[in-house]
Structures are given as structure tokens and as C-alpha cells.
């Protein structure tokens, strides 16, 4: 069980500094914030929190979203793939937001890659910004 700070009220567990995990559930789901990074110290606090999630939702699809995580070891890469599993035995799913190039280079290199469905927020939210704050085609 992790030893660091936890903060209930939001969700936020960093249990090392390496590490920081953030939690947003609402209708649309869950999203689970990866920040820092993904090596074999730090995998088990991942694997941890995101288990309680699934528990907690288990036909659900659970996001994580690893826009901040800067660094995945081969040992992270297993760890995102148990937990994929872990969704997937509960008849839940599990995606992968917005991976920097830098993990998305250690999924492609450990064949990984084509083992998770991604999402990306770049195109929705570059079509918001054309659209203005109405909702409006922008004019440039």
C-alpha cells in the first residue's frame, strides 16, 4: 500500500515523487491522470490504484491518460498490458489518452502498440478552438 501523500477529496495519490496519480470519475467515465514516470519502482503504485478502480466499475472503460507521463519502462509497458487485462476479464475496457512520443515509442518497440486502443484529444480540441466559443466555424 503506498506510504505518500493521498488526498482524498481529488483523487491524487503520489506515493513517490516519480509518480503522480490523479482520478476524475463522472458519467462519461473514468480517467485516471499518469503523471512522471513508469518504471519498476513505480508500476505497482499504477497497478494498485488502477485495480481499485476496475473493482470499483468493473464493466466500465477506465482512461488513463499519460499526456504528462514522461518515461515508460519495459516494465510499465507489462503493467499497462495487466491492466488492460484486468478490464478486459471484467468485460470492461481499458484506453490509452494522449501518450507522448516518447511512450508511444516503447509500446511500438515492445509490439505493444496494437495491443491498446488510443485516444488522442489534440483534433477535439483544435475543432472546439475553430469552432469558437459558440460553437461557431471560426473565420480563419
Do not use: K, W, Y
Amino acid at each position: 500500500m503506498p506510504t505518500g501523500r493521498t488526498d482524498a477529496a481529488l483523487g491524487t495519490i503520489s506515493a513517490d515523487p516519480a509518480l503522480t496519480l490523479h482520478t476524475e470519475t463522472g458519467e462519461a467515465g473514468t480517467v485516471l491522470h499518469v503523471a512522471g514516470e513508469l518504471d519498476i519502482i513505480t508500476t505497482g503504485q499504477l497497478e494498485c490504484h488502477a485495480g481499485r478502480l476496475l473493482a470499483a466499475r468493473p464493466s466500465a472503460t477506465l482512461v488513463l491518460d499519460l499526456s504528462a507521463l514522461r518515461f515508460a519502462a519495459v516494465d510499465g509497458v507489462r503493467t499497462l498490458l495487466r491492466i488492460r487485462d484486468v478490464a478486459s476479464a471484467n468485460g470492461g475496457r481499458l484506453v490509452l489518452r494522449d501518450p507522448s512520443p516518447r511512450v508511444v515509442r516503447v509500446l511500438a518497440l515492445t509490439q505493444a502498440l496494437s495491443c491498446f486502443d488510443l485516444e488522442s484529444r489534440v483534433n477535439e480540441v483544435a475543432g472546439a478552438e475553430s469552432r469558437g466559443p459558440a460553437g461557431e466555424q471560426g473565420s480563419g
